[in-house]
């Protein structure tokens, strides 16, 4: 049974960091390409940041210079590392293990952030 469970969202002022994390399980975590996105109000979802299996990382535009992912492989964890948070960065949070880049095969139950001005 594949598990993915992120934890770390919360309630900050604008300016302030957060650090989501999200740990695997049942899935071969080191072949899946890693990925975040986020669905604001009234929005659609979007992805924010993804690591392939090789280690490579890309960004949207709206968080380059401030969001940073990473994953250990061991722990079988991947994190978003959240700075110079916005008002509008708020949104539920989701991790998502793709074996092809950009497709999710299976997705978290999101965590909520909210940033107040």
């Known amino acids: 049974q594949v598990q993915l469970v992120e934890s770390g969202g919360g309630l900050v002022q604008a300016g302030g960091s957060l650090r989501l994390s999200c740990a695997s399980s049942?899935?071969?975590?080191?072949?899946?390409?890693l990925e975040w996105y986020r669905q604001g109000p009234g929005k659609q979802r979007e992805l924010v940041a993804a690591?392939?299996?090789?280690?490579?990382?890309s960004y949207a535009d709206s968080v380059k210079g401030r969001f940073t992912i990473s994953k250990d492989n061991a722990k079988k964890t991947v994190y978003l590392q959240m700075d110079s948070l916005k008002p509008e960065d708020t949104a539920v949070y989701y991790c998502?293990?793709?074996?092809?880049?950009?497709?999710?095969?299976?997705w978290g139950q999101g965590t909520q952030v909210t940033v107040s001005s």
């Open positions: 998502a293990a793709s074996f092809v880049s950009g497709t999710p095969d299976y």
């Open positions: 049942g899935i071969i975590f080191s072949l899946y390409s």
């Open positions: 690591v392939t299996r090789g280690g490579s990382t």
